[in-house]
């Protein structure tokens, strides 16, 4: 660990950083006591997150034309498809009962 004072740190910069490039620690006093105020170190390069990074979950693929080809004549939305790989299961619809217990426990 290399140490130096605010006036040697002015003066000798440029060598207190390679060192911390090095991968020293650099510590900077101030004072005739030497008190530590400041600390070098260097700063370590992360790596870019890359693309397909939830490949592990083993999502089915969903190919081009799904999203680019026309719909079936007659579509209306409303239909559930086991084949459609973009089509949510849909909720069960909540009872009125439900519903007022909901919002009494929420107030």
Known sequence: MASATIF???TNLSELIKK???GEKVV???GREKTPVAELTPIIA???KRLGFLA???LPSISDSVWFDPLPEGWTGMEE???DPLLMPKRKPVS???RSARSRTAK
Request: no cysteine; aromatic share 0%; net charge positive.
């Open 28 to 30: 900077i006093t101030s």
């Open 96 to 98: 009125q009962a439900a």
């Open 20 to 22: 911390a490039q090095a």
């Open 56 to 58: 592990h979950l083993n």
């Open 46 to 48: 992360h790596k870019p």
């Open 81 to 83: 498809r086991a084949d």
């Open 8 to 10: 040697e740190a002015k």
